[in-house]
């Protein structure tokens, strides 16, 4: 089954500093990845995605993700954190059915303080 | 360009009650999505419409939850008769087609008491 592991419930970060939130994949044939934010009371949106090519993706917001084959890993970083970068964050993999639908992961709590 | 629309924004019912959401995406986009994300996991997918075809709902339950896409468009996602295990955020997304990125709405929170 395609699947994702989120292994951190949150992570805090000092502001300016770069943070890393972390992804595994574990998927039969080639991963197509997603990051999505949510904060309080609203939907996800969509950071970033992985479909092939260059293994360093960068999206919204000054995001970026790295995705290592060997390590089955696309964690998502930024070089320095805002305090407004405060959110929950979702690692998600397509699935490769008829549907082409997205299996999040549980997400990660990412506190950025002053 | 205007995002993906759903409402109500917050519903609170009570037990063996029913509801029912609406979700209007994107214009344009052919593939609407319903999920569900109970607090303190990720989203997980009732059902996929392709146009106002059904293309998955495996995980849908399907003794209690409906929902139609009639004309292509908007959707509704229905629970008759509701339990307190339907308590969480019902998000609506939409893409241009199957694998496309998609794109969330704001969700609706629904509390069954």
């Known amino acids: 089954a395609q699947s994702v592991a989120q292994p951190e419930d949150q992570v805090n970060v000092a502001e300016g500093n770069p943070l890393t939130v972390k992804c595994t994949y574990s998927?039969?044939?080639?991963?197509?990845l997603f990051w999505y934010v949510q904060y309080p009371n609203r939907g996800l949106q969509f950071l970033l995605k992985y479909i092939t090519g260059d293994n360093l993706v960068k999206g919204s917001y000054g995001f970026e993700a790295e995705f290592n084959k060997s390590q089955t890993s696309f964690h998502l970083k930024k070089p320095s954190a805002l305090v407004s970068d405060s959110a929950l964050y979702f690692c998600a993999v397509r699935v490769p059915n008829s549907g082409y639908a997205l299996n999040f992961g549980k997400g990660t709590s990412l506190l950025v303080t002053p | 360009e205007a995002g993906v629309a759903q409402s109500p924004r917050y519903k609170i019912i009570e037990k063996r009650q029913s509801v029912a959401f609406w979700c209007n995406p994107i214009?344009?986009?052919?593939?609407l999505y319903w999920y569900q994300q109970i607090l303190g996991q990720g989203p997980k997918l009732l059902i996929q419409f392709q146009n106002n075809g059904v293309v998955d709902d495996s995980q849908l339950p399907k003794d209690r939850f409906s929902a139609e896409r009639l004309k292509g468009v908007d959707s509704t996602l229905k629970i008759q008769p509701a339990k307190l295990e339907d308590s969480a955020v019902y998000l609506c997304?939409?893409?241009?087609?199957?694998?496309?990125?998609?794109?969330f709405g704001p969700g609706t929170r629904l509390l069954v008491l």
């Open positions: 214009s344009g986009h052919a593939t």
């Open positions: 997304a939409s893409s241009l087609g199957a694998g496309e990125t998609q794109y």
């Open positions: 998927v039969s044939g080639n991963p197509y």
